[in-house]
């Protein structure tokens, strides 16, 4: 007959009239022993398991008194596993709360770092539509720069002070430079554009027909919050300047204080070396300490190296000693260009350094500052070229280059109309120069670049012979800067006068175009000035 009486897993249902002690089957077996262990009932009496104990069955008290020390008299320790289920006599091993801790944390670090990456790109969508132009998406792209014909891209950097209440001519772009990068030799060049270059417009503007060229930019148009009237003010403001100094500029950035502010402070500031002008020992300029109603001040440094936070580098990125007391910035505007672009360039030397780029932090508030205040026609697509180039031109290659340098600036400051202005050194609106100066540092010729001053001599008795040559050697970039008739006398077809030996490039290319050319190292026919690197005599029968 069945039995249908229940059991539990582990537990043998005890039979009827058992007694304790007794074993659950009473077939006899020649191997069965009775188990020296001894079982505790009550009373105090004790006897072997397997031996019965007559007219006494097994109770509650008798089970719990058993299972209590178990353990307490010899066998195997406790390790709280002889309940589990074995395969092949083997216990599962328990998995360890380290690993599952491990576990975990491994999935909390990946989902956190989903959440700030997707942070991160939620930021750059919404900062990117307003920065950059075309489709945002186009980030994923790596589209070339734009280039003009010496292989370089230009960018005019602009920067105004809109966002600071109270400033008086908030509009006009005090701050003005000119990036140079050339994405295949891998270097850049600076130039800071002097704010109080006198121009003609071409059109009216609050000044007239002429004036500064830092009020052209919002000349172009009055409705300024317009994001179309931006890119067109960047745009003619880009072919303006480009026609001034001889550049294809083919971008165009508009920034304004707090971009500079923000920036500093979201890399953890900049350190910047500063050098008081005409051997002073260091700068100063009061005119912003009314901010703190004098009891302080806010561009003051000795020589050498500081670190500044966004708002010192921006006063520093302002500074040109107009207001008394001042020091150390003795030729205002033009110390002020040259601290502007040692900010930027410390800027870029920390906002490459991997401690930034890798702090989220850093990234999230470097988009912030530059989504509500930085505006370009750069194409988003060409992005991820720019930051490539940011990170792989070397500080070294980097050169930063101003227009006033002594004796040999192509500017020079004066007063026009009672006002100071800066104007071309050749003569007001006279930009050749100008133009020769920055091709000369851009030119992917290394004719250009040594910038030999020729002159021109007509000693063949032929009207207009001299001026041929001389066009001709312009055609190919050559610096002309005299044509003239030569003394009478007899020459030979082609007469070079050396007289700047450290021009080895220029002369082995004037070489190479005239063969069959007499070089000579003595003085020439005409007196010349003493920064003229060659004369060139076209004779009776010229080559």
Known sequence: M?????????????????????????????KTEMISRPLHSGGGVSQRVGEARQNQSI???????????????????????????????????????????????????????????????????????SIFKGNVLDIIKTQSLKQDSNGRSNFLILGTSEDDPGHGGAYLTDSMMILSIDQTNKNAYMFSIPRDLYVQY??????????????????????????????????????????????????????????????????????????????????????????????????????????????????????????????????SNFDREKNQQKIILALKEKAMTTGTLTNIGKITSLIDSLGNNLRTNIQTSEIRTLVGLAANIKSSDIHTVSFEDGSNSVVKTGDYNGQSIVMPAAGMYDYGDIRAFVAKNLSSNPVVRENASIVVLNGSGVAGVGQTLADSLTAKQF???????????????????????????????????????????????????KDTSFVIVVGSANQ
Not at 3 to 29: A, E, M, W, Y
Request: with cysteine; glycine share 10%.
């Open 59 to 129: 109770g509650r008290s008798d089970i719990n008194d058993s299972l209590h020390d178990i353990d307490s008299l010899g066998g195997r320790p406790n390790h709280r596993r002889s309940g589990r289920r074995q395969i092949n006599n083997k216990p599962l091993k328990r998995r360890r709360p380290i690993k599952r801790i491990l576990k975990w944390s491994g999935l909390a670090i990946l989902l956190a770092g989903l959440i700030l990456g997707g942070y991160v790109v939620s930021k750059f969508l919404s900062a990117g539509t």
């Open 2 to 30: 069945k039995n249908n009486r229940p059991n539990i897993d582990g537990f043998v249902p005890r039979r009827t009239r058992s007694q304790l002690g007794d074993l659950h089957s009473k077939r006899p077996s020649a």
């Open 202 to 331: 071409g059109m009216a503007c609050n000044s007239g027909y002429s004036g500064k060229i830092n009020e052209y930019f919002n000349c172009v148009n009055d409705n300024y919050t317009d994001p179309a009237a931006e890119q067109q003010r960047l745009t003619e403001t880009q072919a303006f300047v480009g026609k001034i100094f001889g550049l294809d500029i083919q971008y165009g950035i508009h920034v304004n204080n707090t971009v500079i502010k923000q920036a500093v402070d979201a890399v953890g500031g900049v350190d910047v070396d500063i050098e008081g002008s005409n051997g002073d020992p260091g700068i100063l300029d009061r005119n912003f300490d009314w901010r703190c109603n004098y009891k302080c001040y806010l561009v003051k440094y000795d020589n050498g190296v500081h670190h500044l936070d966004g708002v010192h580098a921006l006063f520093l990125s302002m500074a040109r000693g107009d207001v008394a007391p001042t020091y150390g910035l003795s030729n």
């Open 479 to 529: 610096v002309v800067s005299i044509v003239d008739n030569a003394p009478s006398g007899t020459y030979d077809p082609i007469e070079i006068y050396n007289l700047d030996t450290s021009k080895t490039v220029t002369l082995a290319a004037l070489k190479s175009l005239y063969p069959k050319a007499t070089v000579k190292t003595s003085t020439p026919p005409l007196a010349v000035s």
